[in-house]
């Protein structure tokens, strides 16, 4: 019994390392009412970032990249008021800026290292 849970164990040990090696980390932002959550985050090259439409919106947003590194190409989501997700994996180190083009206020920001 302690042998097939350290086997277990092992396995999936090695299916954590096999997803973190191939870059497939997903972190997701919350985009609320008038705010994305976190408004900060760093991630690894290689990491898909997903922002989530919450089910309580009051008003449409969207995620616009304004800044990005060097050779970066420009992303900008639909604008939707609830149950909607977009995703990019940001591959290239450096700072990308954020924003809801609806609500200039409405900022984050994500750093790639």
């Known amino acids: 019994m302690r042998r097939l849970a350290a086997a277990a164990l092992a396995a999936a040990a090695c299916l954590t390392g096999a997803a973190a090696a191939s870059g497939s980390a997903v972190k997701r932002v919350q985009v609320g009412d008038d705010y994305y ?14 922002w ?22 420009r992303f900008h989501s639909a604008s939707a008021a609830t149950d909607y997700s977009f995703a990019r994996t940001l591959t290239k180190p450096g700072a990308y800026k954020i924003v809801c083009t ?3 206020d409405m900022t984050m920001t994500i750093r790639v290292r």
């Open 102 to 104: 609806l609500h200039q």
């Open 37 to 50: 959550g976190p408004t900060h985050m760093t991630v690894k090259p290689g990491t898909k970032v997903k």
């Open 52 to 73: 989530v439409w919450l089910a309580d919106n009051g008003n449409s947003h969207d995620v616009k990249l304004t800044k990005a590194p060097h050779g970066v190409k």
